[in-house]
């Protein structure tokens, strides 16, 4: 049975969405979701899946995975049914992690979800922290970030440049800019509410959000509107050697400064809000 179209919510008309393709959908089964962005993840999503499987994270929250185009044959529909994915979105407009996202979201919202999880499909986050996640947007928390660096965290095997580029520069930024003390600002380990993302004073559905933008807007854009915010313990591990990343070592990290001095000085908010 193909499940019924929502009606257009307020506003969506001129949201600017990619193309994207639902491969997997029965329709919605919880009050909140789990989204997982990836991009030939290849072991590394399906080993995330049999951790969350393991949590029965579908139970309590519906997991829809939005893909970027991948090659190597990790997203085979009855493998992602049988760990309880509910949804698989593929992006077919242009765009990076920024693009997915807001085809994830908008599709979400539209669904009719209460809040929604953002956890990378690399395998570096423990979805053990989900459900705390959802237990605070219940609370009324409009934003909640997955932090490796409060009490209860853990960072393991992170790269000594990547550490200290968090901790000095990144956060300390968008702390300043923000007015929310941030202490792990790159981690797309994250929930937002409903309230939040559909808020035309956010409005994260435009073209400008293509790579990495969407993340270090939330970041600002939420605590200066006045949404709760609040960081929760997080466990990231990465595995020795080589680090499973889509940000190279030199342009990517460039490309990242970029985007967070443009977030810091309000370049991506909406058209006539454009606050220091």
Same mark, same amino acid.
């Given at each position: 049975m193909t499940p019924s179209t929502p009606p257009a919510l307020p506003g969506? *008309?001129?949201?600017?969405? +990619?193309?994207?393709?639902? *491969?997997?959908?029965p329709g919605r089964s919880q009050p909140w979701c789990v989204v997982i962005p990836v991009i030939n993840e290849g072991e590394r999503i399906r080993n995330l899946?049999?951790?969350?499987?393991?949590?029965?994270?579908?139970?309590?929250?519906?997991?829809?995975?939005?893909?970027?185009?991948?090659?190597?044959g990790s997203l085979?529909?009855?493998?992602?049914?049988?760990? !309880?994915?509910?949804?698989?979105?593929?992006?077919?407009? +242009?765009?990076?992690? @920024?693009?997915?996202l807001r085809c994830a979201y908008a599709f979400?919202?539209?669904?009719?979800?209460? !809040? #929604?999880?953002?956890?990378?499909?690399?395998?570096?986050?423990? +979805?053990e922290g989900i459900p705390r996640f959802i237990e605070a947007l219940k609370a009324g928390y409009d934003f909640v970030q997955g932090s490796r660096f409060v009490p209860g965290g853990v960072a393991e095997n992170t790269p000594r440049s990547r550490d200290w580029a968090i901790r000095f520069i990144h956060a300390p930024m968008l702390s300043l800019a923000s007015g929310f003390r941030?202490?792990?600002?790159?981690?797309?380990?994250?929930?937002?509410?409903? /309230?939040?993302?559909?808020? +035309?004073?956010? *409005?994260?559905?435009?073209?400008?959000?293509?790579?990495?933008?969407?993340?270090?807007?939330? @970041?600002y854009r939420g605590p200066r509107l006045g949404f /709760?915010?609040?960081?929760?313990? @997080?466990?990231? /591990?990465?595995?020795?050697?080589?680090?499973?990343?889509? #940000?190279?070592?030199?342009?990517?990290?460039l490309s990242v400064f970029k985007v967070l001095v443009a977030a810091c000085l309000g370049r991506f908010n909406p058209a006539g809000d454009r606050e220091a």
């Open positions: 969506s *008309a001129t949201w600017e969405v +990619p193309a994207f393709d639902i *491969a997997l959908w899946l049999r951790r969350m499987a393991a949590l029965s994270v579908s139970a309590m929250a519906d997991i829809i995975i939005v893909d970027g185009g991948s090659k190597d085979a529909l009855d493998a992602l049914q049988a760990q !309880g994915v509910r949804g698989l979105l593929v992006k077919t407009g +242009p765009g990076k992690l @920024s693009a997915q979400a919202l539209q669904q009719g979800y209460a !809040g #929604i999880v953002t956890i990378d499909g690399n395998d570096k986050d423990d +979805p941030w202490t792990d600002t790159t981690q797309g380990f994250r929930a937002y509410s409903r /309230r939040m993302l559909l808020d +035309p004073r956010v *409005a994260p559905f435009r073209d400008v959000f293509l790579t990495y933008e969407l993340l270090a807007y939330l @970041s /709760r915010c609040i960081e929760l313990p @997080s466990i990231r /591990r990465y595995p020795k050697g080589e680090v499973p990343t889509k #940000i190279s070592s030199v342009r990517g990290n």
